[in-house]
């Protein structure tokens, strides 16, 4: 059974930059595309970013097209959402989705404040 694990999460300024990092235990994790959401309090979870299962394609979130980068190593395991020029607007919950899983990471939080 495939489980996710997040990392990266932390309280930045605004402007600031956070990697989060979403390793995956188990060998199918090549096959699957890969999505980060997250979830602002009282707020639905949104869609931020999506990458292909061979890394060749990705999509963003209008809201963080030219600040977020989505990237994964298959070797390693690991999808990463690399974030820069952070607002307060960013600060969530942030959470990996596996597609051909249908599974959920357990989120990392991303709280950006002055």
């Known amino acids: 059974q495939v489980q996710f694990v997040e990392s990266g999460g932390g309280l930045v300024q605004p402007g600031g930059s956070l990697r989060l990092s979403c390793a995956a235990s188990?060998?199918?994790?090549?096959?699957?595309?890969m999505r980060w959401y997250r979830q602002a309090p009282g707020k639905q979870r949104e869609y931020v970013a999506h990458?292909?299962?061979?890394?060749?394609?990705?999509d963003y979130a209008s809201s963080i097209k030219g600040r977020f980068t989505i990237s994964r190593d298959n070797a390693k395991r690991t999808v990463y959402l690399q974030m820069n020029s952070l607002k307060p607007e960013d600060t969530a919950v942030y959470y990996c989705?596996?597609?051909?899983?249908?599974?959920w990471g357990q989120g990392t939080q991303v709280t950006v404040s002055s």
């Open positions: 990458i292909s299962s061979d890394g060749g394609s990705t």
């Open positions: 989705y596996s597609l051909f899983h249908n599974y």
């Open positions: 188990g060998s199918t994790f090549s096959r699957s595309a």
